[in-house]
């Protein structure tokens, strides 16, 4: 009997520990249930039915959706509230985890899920006030009646789906993370717009530039940070006229320099993170009709950030892309229109130093006297973990993201400094893309862009009556010129936002006579503009390579779009390239040029022979970039060091570097202060072709093909939780940071869309993956490699439910019941 006991013991534990997850072990037993572990996630392509009724609870009339050959629905609703339940659901089936995924770490909630590594993660965001914003844009969504329809029946088809799962058909990551999804509530759908805000406004250089200001002082910040690059082409020519009387703009004062404190760095979002969008006019194309262009530069993830769909109801016929877990289409176009947004990174995010009462934390000194601090208890639950309790102080600009002295999750941000984001404030986004989506003429786009307000994107538009346009939009606080260039006094009522830009003078351009319009992050205006959006955008010469293409193009085709979203041509090489050969083998300069059967010699020959273009098989590239940055890097990290015991610093940027090695031999920047003998710029140049000459042959060996950029460069394609496995590793393909066809380590064209407006609208497009988030699925990656190689697939656009057409095989209903 002991040992039938002891048996059975250990079997229960073992059943036990088999079923349970354990730290980061997920439970083996469970996911290797041939009955309801992972096994069950696999599919085949016979799997997909081309014909089934579905019944679903909450449809007022049947829905037909047609399923095209790359598995994108086409969504024909009788009304709204049909259309946008069909989309939740559909949108559900292929990417429910991801999008529930990412509402989890919008609003602060993984360590429910992780455990407690993820703890200062949803501090962070917490802090952060993602939550906070999603909220009051809630509100204002759910007030209108139309989007309250939107939101509501998206998240019933989400929660439809929901409804129907088993613990065979959970999708595998519920299973490998030993979770299941919840309920969806249109909360969730504004949780991921913030998430999106934080992705591409959610950077500043506050507390750097407080620090180097501190440090160096107005004249030298002045010189090194200016506030307009000698090289731009901003997306608004210079000279375009105002249509418009601007409003006077709030005086600065006096002095607007502040005390700062002095955290560190660990990550952020990626500066590289941009777009490209262009149109030209019908003047320029071989149909006589616009054509547009969109390629949003986003990290590089499994399953795609993007999900391809047609929506159809009475008023609307369109087709794009939208975020899983977002109503409507984001990116698209429909019969009449079409329309691509890029980031604007205007600066919509100022710290400011606020002055406590106590260390009770309880007041804060602003216009002359003591205000209150509002005190929100956030309860995050830890998996594993009693629940954690963390107050957040909130003054009336926002919360102090850290109001006691400890390492941030990320030193960008200061203690004791409260946040003004316009993330906080609610808009109603979703609005802007249900007219986008019926939208027929520019009258119609300009209304739609209304009620937009973050993150600010710059809207480009075409439509078939030969308009094409650009505005870069949002919520534009009001400021003095530099007011967030640097911390702000949280004391002084004169440093707060004294209002907003009004939305009609929001920077915009419409036809203009060069024909083409277009955006790459670089600076909205020119300084001809009234008034400040910012000092710092991306560097120009990405933005400048599509307007010298874009200038030169005659008789368009889609095609000439496309090729120019893969173009190549490295502007900063071909303009600093010659200016460092000369440095090492120029004896003007006081170079000794290395022997030409020496390794760096035969590199320089190579270099030499380079044509600035960045594919795949070339070797230019990988010695560029590593001489390029790291004399960079010799120039700067000893007046602005990057270590972690010091103030958090920045170097100046692209243009103002490559003015001091073109044009400035003698400046006192060039001296390396932590050694006793003084540098020159040869010097520094030799010593940074060195470098990357020795990098490159411990990494691949002497000079030869295997020097290759694609394998230097190392695209890689990861599963969201980094899963090893799940991802696409060492993408062959050329490109790279700050170049049109910007794919880069992580980062690249998340979407390729180009549009051709006329009679019968015609499409094409591509995301480096698929449609269906389930690994096992043969459409998981299935777009990849028409990515990969600069191809666009024609996309499925019918006009009707019954359409004929040879890639469209499949067709369902769904029904109430």
């Known amino acids: 009997m002991l040992k039938a006991l002891l048996a059975l013991a250990a079997s229960v534990t073992l059943i036990w520990m088999l079923n ?17 572990g992972f096994w069950q996630n696999g599919e085949a392509p016979g799997d997909f039915p081309t014909r089934q009724t579905l019944a679903l609870a909450g449809l007022q009339q049947p829905v037909t959706v047609r399923y095209d050959d790359r598995r994108v629905p086409h969504v024909f609703a009788q009304n709204d509230h049909d259309l946008y339940f069909a989309q939740g659901y559909l949108t559900a089936r292929d990417r429910l985890w991801q999008m529930e995924f990412q509402t989890h770490v919008a609003a602060g909630r993984l360590a429910e899920i992780l455990g407690p590594a993820r703890l200062e993660t949803d501090r962070f965001f917490r802090r952060m006030g993602l939550p906070f914003g999603a909220v009051n844009s809630l509100k204002v969504m759910m007030a209108n009646p139309t989007t309250r329809t939107v939101l509501e029946s998206y998240s019933a088809g989400v929660n439809a789906y929901i409804g129907q799962l088993t613990p065979a058909t959970l999708p595998f990551e519920y299973k490998l993370l030993d979770y299941r999804p919840e309920p969806w509530q249109p909360l969730k759908c504004a949780l991921l717009l913030k998430f999106m805000a934080w992705d591409l406004s959610g950077r500043t250089d506050d507390l750097r530039m407080s620090n180097i200001l501190r440090q160096y002082g107005p004249v030298a910040t002045k010189d090194l940070f200016p506030d307009y690059p000698t090289r731009e082409d901003p997306i608004v020519p210079v000279g375009t006229p105002l249509d418009f009387k601007p409003l006077a703009i709030p005086a600065a004062p006096q002095s607007f320099e502040a005390a700062y404190a002095t955290q560190q760095l660990r990550t952020e979002p ?3 993170l941009g777009s490209n969008n262009f149109a030209v006019s019908g003047m320029k194309s071989a149909s006589g009709y616009p054509l547009l262009a969109n ?10 950030i993007w999900y391809q769909i047609q929506l159809n109801a009475p008023g609307v016929n369109v087709y794009g892309v939208t975020i899983p877990g977002a109503p409507a289409v984001i990116i698209g176009f429909n019969e009449n229109v079409a329309w691509g947004v890029t980031n604007v990174a205007a600066d919509v995010l100022d710290f400011y130093q606020l002055k406590f009462k106590d260390n009770t934390r309880r007041e804060y000194w602003h216009a002359g006297r003591w205000k209150p601090v509002r005190r929100v208890v956030e309860r995050i639950k830890v998996r594993g973990q009693p629940d954690r309790l963390d107050t957040v102080l909130y003054s009336h600009h926002g919360p102090v993201v850290y109001d006691k002295p400890e390492k941030p999750f990320l030193a960008q941000t200061p203690i004791a400094h409260a946040l003004r984001w316009t993330a906080h404030d609610g808009a109603n986004e979703i ?7 019926r939208a027929r003429s520019y009258p119609d786009y300009t209304a739609a862009l209304a009620t937009y307000g973050s993150p600010a994107q710059n809207f480009i538009f075409a439509d078939n009556e030969q308009d094409v346009a650009i505005w870069p939009n ?3 606080p009001l400021k003095w010129r530099d007011q967030g260039k640097f911390i702000l006094d949280g004391t002084d009522p004169a440093y707060d936002w004294q209002g907003w830009i009004p939305a009609t003078h929001n920077p915009h351009v419409k036809n203009p006579a060069r024909g083409f319009v277009s955006s790459a992050n670089q600076f909205s205006t020119g300084p001809d503009y009234p008034y400040y959006l910012n000092w710092n955008y991306a560097n120009y010469e990405r933005g400048h390579r599509i307007n010298q293409r874009l200038a030169a193009m005659r008789q368009a085709t889609p095609d000439s779009l496309r090729q120019l979203q893969n173009d190549v041509l490295d502007l900063n090489a071909q303009l600093m390239l010659p200016r460092l050969l000369a440095l090492v083998t120029d004896p003007a300069t006081g170079a000794t040029p290395p022997p030409a059967t020496s390794p760096e010699g035969q590199v320089l020959a190579e270099l030499r022979r380079w044509l600035y273009q960045y594919t795949a098989d070339a070797i230019g590239p990988s010695v560029f970039n590593l001489w390029y940055n790291n004399l960079v890097k010799r120039l700067w990290d000893d007046d602005f060091p990057t270590n972690p015991t010091g103030p958090a610093l920045r170097y100046p940027g692209r243009d103002r570097t490559n003015n001091l090695i073109l044009n400035e031999t003698a400046s006192p920047w060039i001296d390396d202060r932590r050694t006793l003998t003084k540098e020159t710029l ?9 470098f990357a000459t020795d990098s490159l042959t411990r990494k691949f060996g002497p000079l030869s093909p295997k020097w290759r950029w694609a394998d230097q460069k ?3 394609i990861l599963h969201l939780l980094q899963l090893p496995g799940f991802g696409q590793l060492d993408v062959d393909c050329g490109g790279g940071a700050g170049i049109v066809n910007a794919t880069s380590e992580r980062n690249g064209p998340s979407w390729r869309m180009v549009v051709a407006l006329g009679p019968r609208v015609r499409a094409y497009g591509v995301y480096p993956g698929g449609q269906s988030g389930n690994p096992g699925s043969p459409y998981y990656n299935n777009l990849l490699e028409t990515w990969r190689v600069g191809q ?21 209903t769904l029904q109430g019941k």
Do not use: M
Not at 20 to 36: D, M, V
Not at 295 to 304: A, F, G, K, Q, W
Not at 682 to 690: D, E, G, H, V
């Open 295 to 304: 390629d949003p530069h986003l990290t590089l993830n499994l399953p795609s």
């Open 682 to 690: 040869p010097q520094l140049a030799l010593q940074s072709l060195r």
């Open 270 to 272: 990626d500066a590289e």
């Open 792 to 812: 666009l697939d024609e996309l499925v656009f019918l006009r009707s439910a019954d359409e004929n057409n040879a890639r469209v095989a499949t067709a369902w």
């Open 20 to 36: 349970t997850k354990h730290g980061e072990i997920p439970p083996i037993g469970s996911l290797l249930s041939p009955y309801r």
């Open 431 to 437: 609005q802007t893309f249900y007219q986008l989506n």
């Open 714 to 716: 190392s695209t890689d």
């Open 474 to 476: 949002g919520r534009f």
